[in-house]
C-alpha cells in the first residue's frame, strides 16, 4: 500500500515536472505578448508562440477581433495548433479581453487586453518655429531676495507675484521685451509704488509692488528674476488639418534657472527662419539659430506644455516645399522597428528636408512614456551640416514604412549623432485623439 501511494505521489510530481517543463519556455516565448496590445482597424499583427501542445483561446466579446482569418468570439474556445503563429486583427474598434489557455480553459496561461483603434492620418511637419510663452511682456522666472536688517525678501513676491506670471505693462506703459521691462521698471521705480498688469491663466489682474530702497547701492529694486517669454526654436512635429490642431517638440519646455516646467496660457508659435547652424562636436550640443517673423506669420497658439510635447490651435500653417505636403498614417509604437528611417527638418531658411537615420533600438512600451526609441544620424549630408542632432530639432518627426512613428527629442552629448525619440502614438494620445489603453 505504501509503494503505490509513493508511485502515485512520484507520478503526480512527474506529471508537475512534465509540466512545468512544457510550460516554462512558452512563458519565456509569450513575454513578447504585451497584456495591452493596440491595433488600428483592418491593422494584423502577428505572433510567434512555439509549443508542443494545443492551445486555445477566448474574447470576451464578438466582433471585434479575427485570429488566424477566423472570428473570434466569447462562446468558443478557438483552437491554435502547436507551432503555429498567431495572427491577431482588428476589426472594429472596441477593446476586448482575451484568454489564452490549455485545455480549453482548464490552465490559464495569459490574460491580455487588445485596443482595437480608428486609424488615424496626419501631416508630418518638419517646420522651423518659434516659440513664444506669451504674445507680449517678460515672465517672471524667480525671485531676488533683498536684505532687510537679519532678513531677506522679495518686494514683488510680499505684493502677490508669481513665478510664471507674464508682466505685460508696468504704469500702463506696454512692455515689448526683457531691455524695455528693466528701463520702465528702474524709471517708474524712482516715482514711488508700481501697478503691474499681469497675465496669469489667461486672466489679466493689476498687482501694486513697493520698490525697496537698497541702503549700500541705494537702488530701487523689486526683487523678481525676468526672462523674454521667447523660449528658442524647435521644430513642429506633425498637424491635423481637420481638427486645426498639432503637436511639437516631443518635450516639455522648462525654465532653464530652475528646470521647472513653465505654465503656458496664451503662448504662440511662428514662422521661424534658420539662418545658422552651430555644428555638433562631442561634449559640445550645437543649435540652430532662427529669426523669428511674427504678425501675419503667427503660426498657432500654445494651449499645452507637458512631458511629450506642446500642443495647441494652429491658425496658418505656410506654404512650404516639403517631401510629405499630405497627410500620412500613424504608426502605432508596436509597429516600430530597427531598421531604415528618415527624420524630416530645416537646416536652412524654411525648406524642410528628409535625411537618413537608423532605428537602433526601440522599446517595448504599452503605456506613454518618453525616450522609446534610440536612433542615429546616417545621412552624411546631414552629418558634415550639423555634426548630428542639434538643439532646434526637437519635434522632427520620424517616419519608417510610410508611417509617422516617432519624434526626435534629445540628443546624447558625448555623440551627437545619436539620440532619443518619442513614439508618435504617446504625442497623438496626448492630443486627446486617441482612447487611452
Known amino acids: 500500500m505504501c509503494n503505490y501511494r509513493k508511485r502515485n505521489i512520484l507520478y503526480i510530481i512527474a506529471v508537475f515536472l512534465v509540466l512545468f517543463a512544457l510550460l516554462l519556455p512558452l512563458e519565456i516565448n509569450i513575454k513578447n505578448l504585451d497584456k495591452n496590445l493596440r491595433l488600428f482597424e483592418g491593422q494584423e499583427q502577428n505572433f510567434q508562440i512555439k509549443f508542443p501542445l494545443d492551445l486555445y483561446i477566448r474574447a470576451d466579446k464578438d466582433g471585434i477581433l479575427d485570429i488566424n482569418g477566423n472570428p473570434i468570439n466569447n462562446n468558443d474556445y478557438n483552437r491554435l495548433a502547436f507551432h503555429n503563429d498567431i495572427s491577431l486583427r482588428g476589426l472594429s474598434r472596441g477593446s476586448v479581453n482575451l484568454e489564452l489557455s490549455l485545455f480549453k480553459g482548464l490552465i490559464p496561461i495569459r490574460q491580455l487586453t487588445v485596443n482595437v483603434l480608428p486609424e488615424m492620418r496626419l501631416v508630418p511637419g518638419g517646420h522651423s518655429i518659434g516659440i513664444k510663452l506669451c504674445d507680449e511682456g517678460v515672465i517672471v522666472v524667480g525671485y531676488f531676495h533683498l536684505e532687510k536688517g537679519n532678513s531677506f525678501f522679495s518686494p514683488a513676491e510680499e505684493s502677490g507675484v508669481l513665478i510664471g506670471d507674464v508682466i505685460v505693462a508696468v504704469n500702463e506703459i506696454s512692455i515689448k521685451d526683457i531691455d524695455m521691462a528693466a528701463e520702465i521698471i528702474k524709471t517708474e521705480s524712482e516715482k514711488g509704488t508700481l501697478n503691474f498688469t499681469l497675465k496669469r491663466r489667461g486672466q489679466e489682474l493689476k498687482i501694486n509692488v513697493t520698490p525697496y530702497l537698497c541702503p549700500n547701492s ?164 546631414l552629418l558634415g551640416i550639423t555634426g548630428g542632432i542639434v538643439q532646434g530639432m526637437s519635434g522632427s518627426p520620424i517616419i519608417q514604412d510610410g508611417r509617422l512613428v516617432g519624434v526626435v527629442t534629445h540628443v546624447f552629448v558625448n555623440d551627437p549623432s545619436r539620440g532619443y525619440g518619442i513614439f508618435a502614438e504617446w504625442m497623438v494620445k496626448e492630443m486627446e485623439f486617441l482612447p487611452v489603453s
Not at 523669428?292 to 497658439?301: H, M, N, Q, S
Not at 535625411?355 to 533600438?361: R, S, V, Y
Open 218 to 381: 541705494r537702488e530701487r529694486r523689486i526683487g523678481l528674476y525676468i526672462r523674454d517669454t521667447a523660449a528658442g526654436v524647435g521644430t513642429l512635429s506633425f498637424y491635423d488639418k481637420e481638427n486645426e490642431c498639432y503637436g511639437a517638440l516631443g518635450h516639455i519646455i522648462t525654465d532653464l534657472d530652475t528646470n521647472a516646467a513653465l505654465e503656458i496660457s496664451d503662448g504662440l508659435i511662428v514662422r521661424a527662419d534658420v539662418v545658422n547652424i552651430k555644428m555638433a562636436q562631442r561634449g559640445q550640443p550645437g543649435e540652430k539659430a532662427g529669426i523669428f517673423r511674427e504678425g501675419k506669420d503667427i503660426l498657432g497658439t500654445i494651449n499645452k506644455n507637458t512631458i511629450f510635447g506642446i500642443y495647441g490651435k494652429l491658425k496658418n500653417i505656410e506654404d512650404c516645399i516639403t517631401p510629405y505636403p499630405d497627410a500620412i498614417p500613424l504608426g502605432l509604437a508596436s509597429q516600430v522597428e530597427p531598421g531604415p528611417a528618415e527624420m524630416l527638418t530645416v537646416i536652412e531658411g524654411n525648406k524642410i528636408q528628409s535625411f537618413k537615420i537608423e532605428i537602433e533600438k526601440v522599446s517595448n512600451q504599452n503605456k506613454p512614456v518618453d525616450k522609446g526609441i534610440i536612433l542615429r544620424i546616417v545621412d552624411e549630408n
